[in-house]
T-cell receptor, first 114, second 110 residues
Framework: KAGVTQTPRYLIKTRGQQVTLSCSPI?????VSWYQQTPGQGLQFLFE???????NKGNFPGRFSGRQFSNSRSEMNVSTLELGDSALYLC?????????????FGQGTRLTVV | GNSVTQMEGPVTLSEEAFLTINCTYT??????LFWYVQYPGEGLQLLLK?????DKGSNKGFEATYRKETTSFHLEKGSVQVSDSAVYFC?????????FGAGTRLTVKP
């Protein structure tokens, strides 16, 4: 069974640009959540989707957005990138409706903003 | 709000040493508690969990007991191996809110 797949693995963007990250969950998993991991702030919850609906949202500015498609694949978008957005972005999928439990994580997308 | 506090790392141990990584939490009610592990270059993996007071989670020789009276969920292993070198995260989940600790890096030397 394939794991959670995140693309791309590495990304370099310039301040002010926007970026879209992709996550393919484990087959059969309908819940997808996103996290930002930085050395200073650790792991912070961004948002969670279940059946194309956002169920929860963390404390991030509106520049961070996401969506989920009917096949459960998810994308997150960050607009007007800032240097502080440089981080490892992790996606996790879960078979349960309470998607923040029993989560299976992907390897992450490392975003560098220059 | 809810929060998780882990002992700061890094922790360096020799192979076969005893491991303890402390974790305490603050929550309004009765959260579920987790330990996740992140190996180099990989995402997080669930290591073990406990969903109510006095539950003991265990996996791969690691154990942690949910102690409500001390609001703690310390991770222990009796004899660590080089392959246990990783970053360990304590986490809690309550009312659709997931919080992670800052992570503790463990290095095990042969």
């Amino acid at each position: 069974k394939a794991g959670v797949t995140q693309t791309p693995r590495y990304l370099i963007k310039t301040r002010g640009q926007q970026v879209t990250l992709s996550c393919s969950p484990i087959s059969g998993h309908r819940s997808v959540s996103w996290y930002q991991q930085t050395p200073g702030q650790g792991l912070q919850f961004l948002f969670e989707y279940f059946s194309e609906t956002q169920r929860n949202k963390g404390n991030f500015p509106g520049r961070f957005s996401g969506r989920q498609f009917s096949n459960s694949r998810s994308e997150m978008n960050v607009s007007t990138l800032e240097l502080g957005d440089s981080a490892l972005y992790l996606c996790a999928s879960s078979p349960t409706i309470t998607g923040l439990v029993e989560a299976f994580f992907g390897q992450g997308t490392r975003l560098t903003v220059v | 709000g809810n929060s998780v506090t882990q002992m700061e790392g890094p922790v360096t141990l020799s192979e076969e040493a005893f491991l303890t990584i402390n974790c305490t939490y603050t929550a309004t009610g009765y959260p579920s508690l987790f330990w996740y592990v992140q190996y180099p270059g990989e995402g997080l993996q669930l290591l073990l969990k406990a969903t109510k007071a006095d539950d003991k989670g265990s996996n791969k020789g690691f154990e942690a007991t949910y102690r409500k009276e001390t609001t703690s969920f310390h991770l222990e292993k009796g004899s660590v191996q080089v392959s246990d070198s990783a970053v360990y995260f304590c986490a809690l989940y309550e009312n659709n809110d997931m919080r992670f600790g800052a992570g503790t890096r463990l290095t095990v030397k042969p």
